[in-house]
């Protein structure tokens, strides 16, 4: 957590540090004579097993009390920038979150939201049709 918002050196710090992600001073460097682990460890507890430190809710936002949960892998990647959302019936997940609750395998998934979209376009393409042949 700390070299990656903090060391250019590190791989991971364009993803952290690079994007203004930082660590909060109070575990970084500590307050009241604790070290900043010390602090860490008093406000998030020792790391459950099979669970890894993850911004929550603010996936955006800094390292901080409030802002960190212990997470599962399944949780984690979720909680990634890079997926894409999908709204239906009231409710927006992932995609991988869609295909566990309704128990379809993601190529399924996938193909039936192509079929979807190709029979949206092609209706979106025919009323645009209609319309511009009216007089």
Known sequence: ?????????????????????????????????????????????????GKTLDRHPNKAGNYEPGNCRWATWIQQQNNRTDNVLITAVGRTQTRAEWCREIGWPSNKFDAAIRSYTRRLIRQSLRDRQAASSRP
Request: aromatic share 10%; glycine share 14%; charged share 25%.
């Open 1 to 49: 957590m700390l070299a990656r918002c903090t060391n250019p050196n590190r791989a991971a710090w364009k993803h952290y540090g690079g994007r203004g992600i930082t660590v909060c001073d109070r575990w970084r460097h500590g307050e009241d004579g604790r070290s900043g682990f010390e602090c860490f460890l008093s406000d998030m507890g020792p790391r459950p097993q």
